[in-house]
């Protein structure tokens, strides 16, 4: 178990050591200099512990703040944000915040899910999961031109929604042997991907070895297939 306290107040993060939506709240953390504990949680094997934190959905992340929980990733980091005014992540404008939550939301309702569907898919379900995922991409390409971070020249909010496609989107990629992120089509998004991977709050924040997140992502395509496949079959009656 991985310790840190926090001069100030207690602060856990109950998480899981591949979920994208964990290594979120890990970088807005450490882009706030807030120190807390890390507990990992087995999901395939849940502890009474995640049912009671976070009775409703029973997944992480799960922020504990003096102990009172919170869940969903982009709901953390906006109460990290209000709650530790250092380095923010949002801006202060009431519209260009309105905007990053609206971004923050097609990160995860359209970009993720297109890739992810990608990933456990195969066959013309894969086609059409790839094909959304590009267009998904050509709205982000337009956004980031001309900009180091999406919100200008500091990392924000949205950055660190759209973080997984800095290093988990080649990974998918690999497993579901399909490419989305051509840096030839995207050079807007590929330079962000390296100017967020090289960040020093970035860097300095665990991400797992790349050929330990190609192995599970292998064991989880193999076993998402069928049930992606039963569920297309489904919707499509």
């Given amino acids: 178990m ?42 395939f094997n849940k502890t009474p512990l995640l049912s009671e934190l976070n009775p409703l959905y029973q997944k992480v992340p799960v922020l504990v703040h003096d102990g009172k929980p919170l869940s969903d990733s982009s709901i953390i980091l906006e109460y990290v944000d209000q709650k530790w005014k250092p380095n923010p992540l949002l801006p202060d404008d009431p519209y260009e915040r309105a905007q990053a939550h609206l971004w923050a939301r097609f990160a995860d309702e359209k970009v993720l899910e297109s890739a992810w569907l990608a990933l456990c898919s195969e066959g013309k379900t894969q086609e059409r ?3 959304q995922a590009i267009e998904n991409l050509e709205k982000v390409e337009e956004k980031l031109k001309g900009k180091r ?39 807007a998004v590929a330079a962000w991907t ?28 193999k076993e998402l297939i069928p049930v992606y496949a039963s569920y297309s079959r489904w919707s499509n009656k």
């Fill in 149 to 187: 971070f999406f919100g200008g020249d500091k990392i924000g909010h949205v950055d660190l929604m759209m973080g997984f496609v800095s290093y988990m989107l080649p990974v998918w990629e690999e497993v579901a042997g399909v490419k989305i992120l051509d840096p030839l089509k995207f050079p």
């Fill in 129 to 131: 999961a790839v094909k």
């Fill in 194 to 221: 390296n100017n967020f991977l090289n960040h020093e709050a970035i860097k300095a924040e665990y991400l797992p070895s790349r050929a330990e997140t190609v192995a599970y992502f292998q064991w989880r395509r």
């Fill in 2 to 43: 991985e310790k840190k306290r926090d001069e100030s107040s207690s602060v856990k993060l109950v998480g899981f050591w591949v979920s994208p939506f964990v290594h979120r709240v890990r970088w807005a953390l450490k882009f706030k200099g807030i120190e807390y504990e890390y507990i990992e949680e087995d999901i």
